[in-house]
């Protein structure tokens, strides 16, 4: 068989084309069957929803915080799993008198291609997903977006953000210098106090003091123990968003300003529930059809407006992030040293605030205050459900708005909370010297934030 050139093309074009049909199996046009093909015909698209409420593509709804933790997780797990093709969690001194952790850390600095600038984003990261895992939190609360039926979910952000400062708390020793050395003692000295802590304490260090078993503890729990355990919880996390319908709003949007339905594209109400969708199939069957609050006209395509903003936030993240660890170095210092205390010794600056109040009173700072946050973090929408079940109080219709009057107390109370918290980490972190030593910022030669 003879093939003109032409022929030969043409052929080649068919065989292009079933192979990129193989893969993606739908076209680009604006019908709604088109749009709800590319959101389930991909394991990322699938994922999310086939429709979104107008509410949620706005930035205001949730400032976006959610989102970029989940993002910084990823970026923490691609760094991470670089880092560990070069790291070795061990406290033998080499030939040149330095122990290996610290002398691989030293390597990334001068022989490994792109080494610091992935171990500084790998720690700008971590930072940055603790601060904003602590404010997507805030933002949830100011939102009532805990309420019913979310109770259960804030639970699991809980979990998700003990198991983020928990993460970024064991990858803190993994440099084996000064700094990482002394920040974990201070902590474990804290954690002393709490009743069964030495117990937990021995159980972290599996030694009586921080040293070679401490590293390859938190080691195993930093690389694969708590990362398994948040990428469980992040799902469940997910998986819940979804079944509780979305992100919360109040009960009627309509009277809202929107993003306008004709830069929305198409919008079809095919549903045979008018005003609520039900989702749940057996319900119906046994009819009792749960209605989820969806207003089914406010609801639009996730493709393309969801997915293009994802897309957006992410390549912001990425240039931030980017350009930070190119010209910030993340710190390293002298080789850890048990004889030779740094002078202050701080814990990282999220265990600064708790540090600043220990140096008040050690049981209430370290043990009484952190138990007592955690337990109402945890506990708090059902605490509320209890207090209006028990005096009958009637809110319907108060989630998903900003700083709403009808929670002005409870808002009041965790902002307050929330900024003390803050000030005193901003205290431990900036006014604090040797000693513990009161002292200005622009005195403070050593300990600042880390
Ligand atoms: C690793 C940590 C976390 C990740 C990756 C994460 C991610 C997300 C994402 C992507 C959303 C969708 C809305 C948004 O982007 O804001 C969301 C919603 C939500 N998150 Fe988180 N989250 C985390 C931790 C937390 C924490 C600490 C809490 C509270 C204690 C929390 C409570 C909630 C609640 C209640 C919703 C539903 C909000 C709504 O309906 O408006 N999450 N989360």
């Not at 933002?139 to 979990?159: A, D, H, K, M, Q």
């Not at 210092?333 to 205390?341: L, M, S, Y």
Request: charged letters at 15%.
């Amino acid at each position: 068989m003879r093939l003109t050139v032409a022929e030969i093309k043409s052929k080649l074009i068919i065989i292009a084309r079933k192979a990129y049909q193989s893969i993606i199996r739908h076209g680009f046009d604006n019908s709604g069957l088109t749009k709800s093909k590319i959101m389930f015909s991909g394991l990322l698209m699938h994922i999310q929803p086939v429709k979104v409420h107008r509410r949620s593509l706005k930035f205001k709804t949730t400032l976006g915080l959610g989102l970029l933790s989940f993002y910084l997780f990823i970026v923490l797990c691609i760094t991470g799993i670089l880092l560990m093709f070069h790291y070795v969690p061990s406290v033998s001194v080499g030939p040149d008198g330095l122990p290996e952790a610290y002398q691989r850390m030293l390597n990334l600095r001068s022989n490994v291609f792109w080494g610091v600038f992935v171990r500084n984003m790998h720690r700008w990261a971590a930072h940055g997903m603790v601060a904003l895992v602590a404010l997507h939190m805030l933002r949830t609360f100011l939102t009532g977006s805990y309420r019913s039926p979310r109770e259960f979910n804030w639970v699991v952000g809980v979990i998700c953000l003990l198991l983020t400062v928990l993460l970024s708390y064991t990858g803190y020793l993994l440099p084996w210098d000064q700094l990482a050395y002394w920040g974990v003692k201070v902590g474990t000295e804290i954690a002393k106090i709490a009743p069964g802590g030495e117990i937990i304490r021995g159980l972290l260090l599996g030694d009586n003091d921080v040293g070679g078993e401490a590293l390859l503890r938190f080691y195993v729990l930093h690389v694969a123990v708590l990362p398994v355990a948040l990428t469980i919880f992040i799902s469940i996390h997910f998986f819940r968003i979804r079944k509780d319908g979305g992100l919360a709003r109040p009960d009627d949007t309509s009277q809202e300003k929107h993003i306008p339905l004709t830069e929305m594209g198409e919008v079809k109400n095919n549903s045979v529930f008018k005003e609520a969708r039900s989702y749940k199939l057996v319900e119906i069957v046994r009819g009792t059809e749960p209605k989820v609050n969806e207003e089914v006209d406010q609801m639009v395509f996730s493709w393309p407006k969801l997915i293009v903003r994802e897309v957006i936030v992410f390549i912001f993240l990425m240039g931030i992030l980017s350009i930070v660890s190119l010209y910030f170095e993340a710190p390293l210092e002298g080789p850890a040293d048990p004889n030779h205390p740094t002078n202050p010794s701080k814990a990282p600056w999220y265990f600064l605030g708790l540090q600043e109040l220990v140096s008040y009173n050690a049981f209430i700072g370290g043990v009484a205050l952190p138990g007592l946050i955690v337990a109402l973090l945890l506990f708090f929408p059902y605490i509320e459900v209890f207090v209006e079940t028990l005096f009958d109080i009637k809110r319907g219709g108060i989630s998903g708005k900003w700083f709403g009057k009808e929670r002005i107390l409870e808002n009041s109370i965790f902002l307050t909370i929330f900024a003390s918290m803050f000030v005193l980490i901003i205290i431990g972190s900036l006014f604090r010297g040797a000693n513990w030593e009161f002292v200005y910022p622009w005195n403070l030669h050593s300990g600042g934030v880390h």
